[in-house]
């Protein structure tokens, strides 16, 4: 484009048209003094006439120091209109950090937040001062970003690549469990903590124009699962589906042993938390909620539940988050007492500390689970799981197949309950859980 030049913005791909005349000091801006050319609403102040100049002369000889008065802009002609003259560039620095202003309010409002009280309502042409391209770097370390966040790349939707943050304690511009959160798609209604049991072939019709390796792996599974059952993909996906499985095989067998083997696996890890530093107050709510529920599926009592009373209860976020925060808990605990087994595989990941990785990528409510967070919690409370790989990966010999995992508890003997760990060790997972990239959900052997 003759006189012009395109600029690519920082966060958007989406090319911005720079002036052609003075750079940054020719936008549009009403809160520099510069007015729209075809704006038939705002008009530069009318000159004064000879007469009115002398009188304003006479007038300021009786004042002390009268401060240096500017001349006004001309009016507009009568003909074309004209492009009013610009006042000098700002220091770049100013227009970043205005940018960077408009680009936090705008990121606050779009996360649901309410602005600082320091900052400033928006005024007119912020946004188009926001859309100029500014300097990537500004005082203070903070990049100058895009405020739009239906462009910029914020962590949710957007033309930019989006960024993966391994330790965070929540919120919308992170990845969710099934991926990244696209902040401009309605979402319908969601689906519940723990859905329905469905068959197999459910998934089958889900992936009918998909992959054809996916196609062929679901045609395997089915000849060994004969239903799953989905969970909502926010984060807790493992836990949910660890939690349902673990109770409804409970149900199912009334193994009153394996409920007495838990239970006191159950004290043992709260004991952990103890003699690492947690107050008991701060946990012991969320480990009488799981108590209950693992007694209520017993029958013979008067609190004794069903099937549907089951996922009822699963489905109630009070009771399932408070299970999911046991879990989590449990988890956060069995790492920590095990540092130095489990440091080399956090390094691996992020750069923090075992403790530091419990803080912000365990505990929380929302963060993804992955063979860390599993190991840990099927060694703490020995309960063996199967994880079923649903994925593109295929064999080099053309053959294909479903990959799988066991977590087997780990025996160990310091503790004192090498015999208790080893038997459940040496049983067959009765847990199986379909992982499929970013989520987990619940299958049923035939």
Not at 257 to 275: F, G, P, S, Y
Not at 363 to 386: F, T
Request: glycine residues 8%.
């Amino acid at each position: 484009m003759a006189g012009g030049a395109i600029w690519m913005g920082p966060t958007c791909r989406c090319p911005v048209l720079l002036s052609t005349s003075s750079g940054l000091g020719q936008q549009k801006d009403q809160t520099r003094g510069a007015y729209p050319q075809n704006d038939t609403h705002v008009f530069p102040p009318a000159p004064r006439s000879r007469k009115d100049h002398a009188a304003g002369v006479q007038k300021r000889r009786l004042l002390p120091s009268p401060p240096e008065s500017k001349p006004p802009p001309p009016p507009p002609s009568s003909g074309a209109p004209t492009r009013p003259r610009p006042r000098p560039n700002p220091p770049q620095e100013k227009l970043a950090r205005e940018a960077a202003d408009a680009s936090a309010r705008k990121r606050k409002a779009a996360d649901g937040g309410e602005a600082d009280a320091t900052d400033a309502a928006p005024v007119p042409g912020e946004a188009a001062m926001g859309d100029a391209p500014a300097p990537p770097q500004v005082p203070g370390g903070d990049a100058a970003e895009d405020p739009n966040p239906n462009d910029a790349g914020g962590g949710g939707g957007g033309c930019s690549d989006p960024v993966s943050v391994e330790l965070t304690m929540g919120g919308d511009y992170y990845r969710a469990c099934c991926g990244d959160i696209d902040l401009e798609v309605h979402e319908g209604p969601k689906l519940p903590y723990v859905g329905d049991k469905e068959p197999l072939s459910a998934l089958a019709a889900e992936f009918q124009s998909g992959s054809p390796i996916l196609q062929e792996k679901i045609k395997l599974l089915g000849e060994q699962y004969v239903a799953l059952r989905r969970t909502r993909g926010d984060g807790n996906c493992f836990y949910r589906s660890f939690m349902f499985s673990y109770l409804e095989h409970i149900l199912e067998t009334q193994d009153k042993a394996e409920v007495d083997r838990i239970m006191t696996k159950i004290e043992q890890c709260k004991n952990t938390l103890k003699t690492l530093g947690y107050i008991e107050f701060t946990f012991e709510d969320f480990f009488t909620v799981f108590v209950e529920q693992l007694e209520s599926v017993l029958q013979g009592h008067e609190t004794s539940i069903g099937p549907e009373e089951l996922l009822e209860r699963t489905r109630d976020q009070a009771i399932s988050d408070y299970a999911v925060m046991f879990f989590r808990f449990v988890t956060s605990g069995e790492i920590q007492r095990r540092a130095e087994f489990f440091e080399p595989f956090i390094s691996g990941l992020t750069n923090s500390t075992v403790a530091q990785f419990c803080k912000a990528s365990v505990e929380p409510m929302g963060e993804e689970s992955d063979h860390v967070h599993i190991i840990a919690l099927s060694d703490a409370l020995g309960v063996p799981i199967r994880v079923m790989y649903l994925d593109r990966s295929s064999c080099d010999t053309g053959n294909l197949s479903v990959n799988h995992h066991d977590f087997i508890p780990a025996s160990n003997p310091s503790e004192g309950d090498a015999a208790m760990t080893s038997a459940a060790a040496d049983e067959k997972p009765y847990i199986t859980l379909l992982y499929r990239p970013g989520h987990y959900d619940i299958l049923y052997p035939k």
